[in-house]
């Protein structure tokens, strides 16, 4: 019976709610930053190898402006713009670009990004032509 009690009002005290909602939103928000400081840290290193990969596999040539992370554009895959993306038929880079899009958004999984895989799982293009 005195453990019963005992428990009993452990759960009524403040400090055991205090401890739960720390653990709640502590957790979850630690993880969460852990994660934004991995994808930043990594973001130069995904988009340097993905405009490897195109030039390399490709005959012509590929470009960005700039690139940003994204992470609500193709949810629940992290994303990263990729500004201004470019692709010519030519390594010289003369004339006309094949594509000119404003926005290439390459979706990625999380554990893909931080075990350096760096599979897109989904791409989504905005304006351009």
Avoid: C
Avoid at 39 to 56: F, G, M, P
């Amino acid at each position: 019976m005195k453990l019963n009690q005992k428990r009993n009002r452990w759960l009524r005290s403040k400090k055991f709610w205090k401890r739960a909602i720390i653990a709640l939103v502590g957790i979850p928000g630690l993880v969460l930053a852990v994660t934004l400081f991995i994808i930043h840290h990594k973001q130069d290193e995904i988009v340097s190898e993905i405009i490897t990969a195109l030039n390399k596999d490709f005959s012509g040539s590929a470009e960005i402006k700039d690139s940003h992370i994204s992470f609500f554009s193709n949810f629940p895959y992290i994303s990263i713009d990729l500004e201004e993306f470019k692709v010519y038929e030519t390594k010289d880079k003369t004339g006309k670009p094949l594509l000119n899009i404003h926005d290439v958004y390459a979706g990625f999984n999380l554990w893909t990004i931080i075990t350096g895989n760096m599979e897109i799982k989904k791409i989504k293009f905005v304006s351009g032509h």
